[in-house]
């Protein structure tokens, strides 16, 4: 047994120890690196010093508030804690700005911030930029606003970063120009600037526990937010961030598990206003992921030749679950789920416009579609998915747009119900616009479930679509305002959609259906669903 002054002596112990934390401070206007940088009236002037420090638990690099450090913070080996993290954050005194975030420019420098084999560290109230410039050893082969890696065996956790701003992230001086085929490949074949990144290439190495809040990430080559793991990062939370204008995607996740994404806003990706940027994305995408649960966001005027979805599913995922969402004005469309996924879901989300994309047209190699299952999955044969679940959902498009849907014989286990088809104009079935597209009407497919939806008008699915609906509802459920672009405008007033959904089931054949259950007991905005569920994603009001 421990004895309670032994107790007490480690408690003083721990405390001390916490007390002993050192505060660094930069000031680049006042600054001078011949100080000892452990006052705010003897900062540093750059990052010189940093790396000769032996950083511990509870230490803080702090950054002069309103001003601008040129240059890149690089920390290695870092074990702090969640308790008592290592803090990069930004200072006031009576010389600087107070309110403002303090700003690293890393034009010229590898990454704004990099963070290798680290543990317990937090990042807050700062902002990056770096606009171009030739790397100092010039052979970086990205850039980054923020890169967290692991590359040595271990097992690392607790990375937060709060209240950033990335903006104006590119590897290339302005003006250089891709080529136009890049925008086919994969996700581009030349260096580009990224907002954050989280990169876990290593079998022997682990992230566990990484927060992206409060954040803007803005005009940047690639990707907004995006991690790179092999099944070996876990327990993910972004939320109550802006990713605007991004040349790839806004979100992508690659061999995670376990994350939350919530109440994010996601506009403009895939954007190509700028030459140095790749010009495809959709708002989020996930490949290889489990878990995953994607909800009350805002996916807007995603753009690009192929892809480009407010949400995309690409293949090899499970368990991924799209639900509480707006998806707005997104070139590629609203549902896409790729070939050797497992009990997928989109559920109660309002897609307006979506799939306007027409193949041929501004050099477009895929269509926009509405609904998209595809049993891509790479250089292999198709393949799935297998038990997708489509339901309450409210879809609207305008007449001016050809809905478009791709069915591939190759899924297996189906279910789409209690959705609102509100199409206005033509709908028509289309090829899956992958390598090897599949062809229409193939072989019919196993355990289908598509009843029960509400379509505006007779003959509003296309006749030659390997799955056809029954018990099928028609009619108008008087949206507030369709040409509006909010999830209120999409209130339904008729009473056609009243209490006319079903109960969801398992597709047959399916012993898992959705892991966090397939029964909702809330709309999208929020209304209890008593008794019955109403057709589509918004309950009518008493």
């Known amino acids: ?169 590119f590897f290339e001086e302005e003006g250089f120009k891709r080529p136009k085929k890049e925008v086919k490949s994969a996700n581009g074949t030349q260096s580009y600037g990224w907002g954050i990144r989280f990169i876990s290439e290593k079998d022997s190495a682990s992230i566990t526990g990484v927060t992206i809040k409060n954040s803007t990430i803005k005009n940047v080559g690639h990707t907004g937010i995006k991690f790179t793991g092999r099944k070996n990062i876990h327990e993910i939370v972004v939320c109550n961030n802006k990713v605007l204008d991004t040349g790839g995607p806004g979100i992508q996740f690659s061999g995670v598990s376990k994350v939350r994404v919530h109440d994010n806003l996601v506009n403009g990706s895939g954007s190509s206003d700028d030459s140095r940027k790749w010009g495809r994305g959709s708002g989020l995408w996930t490949w290889n992921s489990s878990d995953v649960l994607i909800e009350k966001n805002k996916f807007m005027n995603a753009n690009g030749p192929g892809d480009s979805a407010g949400v995309h599913i690409d293949f090899y995922c499970s368990d991924v679950i799209v639900q509480y969402n707006l998806s707005l004005n997104n070139a590629g469309g609203f549902c896409e789920i790729l070939g050797d996924n497992f009990n997928c879901s989109y559920r109660y989300n309002l897609s307006i416009n979506d799939g306007y994309r027409i193949k041929g047209v501004n050099g477009a190699f895929q269509e926009g579609k509405t609904f998209w299952l595809s049993g891509y999955r790479g250089n292999q044969e198709r393949r799935g998915p297998f038990n997708s679940y489509f339901y309450n959902n409210t879809i609207y498009v305008k007449k001016e747009i050809v809905a478009k849907i791709a069915i591939d014989s190759k899924s297996k286990g189906i279910l789409i119900a209690n959705n609102i088809f509100y ?120």
């Open 1 to 169: 047994m421990i004895k309670k002054t032994t107790l007490i002596s480690l408690h003083l112990f721990l405390a001390v120890k916490v007390l002993s934390a050192s505060t660094y401070y930069i000031h680049p206007e006042q600054g001078n690196d011949n100080n000892d940088g452990s006052s705010v009236t003897s900062p540093w002037q750059t990052f010189k010093n940093i790396p000769r420090l032996s950083l511990k638990a509870g230490d803080t690099i702090a950054l002069a508030s309103g001003t601008i450090t040129k240059g890149g913070l690089v920390l290695k080996d870092i074990r702090g804690s969640q308790n008592h993290p290592l803090v990069v954050t930004a200072y006031h005194s009576s010389s600087n700005v107070k309110g403002r975030m303090a700003i690293i420019d890393a034009g010229g420098f590898d990454h704004g911030i990099y963070l290798e084999n680290s543990s317990g560290v937090l990042i807050k109230g700062i902002q990056i930029t770096a606009a171009g410039g030739t790397p100092p050893k010039g052979d970086a082969k990205m850039r980054c606003g923020i890169l967290v890696q692991v590359n040595s065996p271990g097992e690392y956790d607790n990375i937060v970063l709060d209240d950033i701003r990335i903006e104006d992230i």
């Open 423 to 542: 199409i206005e104009g033509d709908i028509k079935t289309v090829k899956g616009d992958q390598y090897k597209p599949e062809d229409l009407l193939e072989n019919p497919i196993d355990d289908v479930v598509f009843t029960n939806n509400l379509f505006l008008k007779p003959n509003s699915w296309p006749t030659n679509s390997v799955v056809q609906p029954t018990n099928s509802i028609i009619g108008e459920p008087g949206f507030r305002n369709k040409r509006g672009e909010t999830f209120q405008d999409f209130v339904p007033t008729r009473s056609v959609i009243r209490d006319k959904g079903m109960v969801i089931r398992r597709i047959p054949g399916d012993s898992v259906g959705i892991k966090i259950g397939l029964e909702v007991t809330r709309d999208v905005l929020g209304n209890p669903i008593v008794g019955l569920p109403d057709i589509g994603a918004i309950e009518m009001q008493q």
